[in-house]
DNA sequence: AACTTTAATCGTATTATTGCGATATAGTAA
DNA sequence: TTACTATATCGCAATAATACGATTAAAGTT
């Protein structure tokens, strides 16, 4: 009834659906993207950046922040934040581990 | 007003959030990976794999469809499945040169 | 202390997603 | 035709996600 039924599938389904969930929004692939392009931390000017109201995009914030993926750091009276790379590259694994699989199916063969 | 602003991204950052989307819940990676683990088509027996009702899982399958992730092909009374081959490294493609990026920022460096 | 700045949180409205029983549809078999 | 099988779709209920104005909280500034 509108519950996803996490505990009748594997950890590795879950992680993986989890972690793509949080890929599932344009805001926050372009959070990402801006973390990314950045060779320092981003304090503040994700605002500007995003098309969304500052309770909205803290809101995206907060969502990559629980599942590990950003980090941020109060400094002074903004916060700064940066891609986890610890993280970053545990979902990279699963990711590449999902697609490094060959598809043994082309077109419609069946 | 819970809309997903679409328009105020990029294309490149909706259509990627699409494609994770379609990954973020474990039933559709569960039945990604099942047509992955074969080398033929998967004809009807993912009802059986999945802790989910017949409904449900025709819904995901629906979903996976609609972007194109997977074809369908009738047989007889059956439905085969199987991955799209094209569509299926597309998405790779578009990930692994998101996470391709080096991550410059490691701990708390702020 | 009073004011400013920046970000988080609250409250709420709206839309999306998930799940499934019931039903419809399409193909097969008798 | 009738019955059976497999899948899709409908309709509904419940939960989740998205968005933002308003408010709060914390730190810096005057």
């Known amino acids: 009834m509108g519950v996803t ?3 009748n599938f ?4 879950n992680t993986l659906a ?3 969930k949080a890929l599932g929004h344009p805001a926050r692939v372009a959070i990402l993207q801006h973390l ?3 060779t320092t931390c981003v304090c503040g000017d994700l605002v500007e950046v995003l098309p969304l109201a500052q309770a909205t995009v803290s809101q995206h914030l907060k969502e990559l922040k629980a ?3 950003i980090n941020g750091t109060v400094e002074g009276t903004s916060v700064c934040y940066c891609i986890n790379k610890h993280k970053w590259e545990e ?3 699963m990711l590449m581990t999902m697609f490094a699989a060959p598809v043994s ?5 069946c």
């Open 5 to 7: 039924k996490t505990q």
């Open 10 to 13: 594997t950890e590795e389904q």
């Open 18 to 20: 989890l972690y793509a």
């Open 36 to 38: 990314l392009q950045r």
């Open 67 to 69: 599942i590990g993926l």
């Open 91 to 93: 979902v990279r694994d």
């Open 105 to 109: 199916c082309d077109q419609k063969c």
